[in-house]
């Protein structure tokens, strides 16, 4: 019981801390709020943020490893017989539905995206958990469906679903930092959800096939019934 109390104390103190710290990165910006800053406010000693945070990043990314954690578990938890793909479908939308923060569908949001968008140090390190996710992701789907360690297939599949989730994501931030209407976006963010994880689960071989045209049709036509006369004349 000694050790459960004092893990709930360090989560405490930990979460304090970075909800100090966003508190602050929010009102002033990222770049504008030290280390220190944040340790004063949330009367702990500068030591003690190193402590729980590597970085005034991981400050910001507070929830990185909750991140890394939710991506793995929607294809280790998947139903039988849901493919991974039909796996992050059914996620995407419950956290749509919720206005859940696991896809950026949470309000504030937008300010989130602004604080990164603001600072190069800080969007540094959000591309590098992109990664980090990504390849968390590709390990699980691997193991998951016992790929051999040149199976490029795991890496490829997590390619593409991180890369849809993400462009949807910041789709909504945009627009939501734009002012326009939350249910407008909303709507339409489900439609471009769909036709994306649509796209995934029958491929894109066919998409942007180029269309003959009327002149091109008619050559096709013509070289058609030519083949036909060889044909005809073959059998005479």
Do not use: C
């Not at 489900?190 to 009327?214: K, P, T, V």
């Amino acid at each position: 019981m000694e050790e459960g109390l004092r893990e709930r104390k360090k989560r405490e103190t930990r979460r304090r801390i970075a909800d100090v710290a966003m508190w602050l990165f929010m009102s002033r910006g990222f770049d504008n709020v030290t280390v220190a800053e944040v340790a004063r406010a949330a009367d702990v000693s500068v030591n003690t943020v190193f402590n729980y945070f590597g970085t005034k990043e991981d400050l910001f990314l507070d929830r990185r490893d909750d991140l890394r954690d939710l991506r793995t578990r929607v294809v280790r938890e998947r139903a039988p017989g849901e493919s991974v793909v039909a796996a992050f479908r059914r996620d995407f939308f419950q956290a749509l539905d919720e206005g859940d923060w696991r896809y950026g569908f949470n309000e504030g949001a937008e300010v989130w995206g602004r604080l990164v968008g603001e600072s190069a140090s800080l969007a540094a390190r959000a591309r590098e958990l992109e990664s980090e996710i990504e390849e968390d992701l590709a390990a699980a789907i691997a193991e998951e469906t016992g790929a051999d360690d040149d199976d490029l297939t795991p890496k490829l599949v997590a390619q593409h679903i991180l890369g849809l989730t993400r462009l949807l994501g910041r789709h909504y931030t945009l627009r939501s930092t734009a002012g326009e209407p939350r249910e407008e976006i909303l709507a339409d963010l489900r439609e471009r959800a769909r036709a994306g994880f649509d796209l995934l689960e029958s491929g894109i071989g066919d998409y942007g096939r180029r269309s003959l045209g009327a002149d091109a049709a008619e050559d096709g036509e013509a070289a058609g019934d030519e083949e036909d006369d060889h044909v005809e004349g073959d059998q005479r």
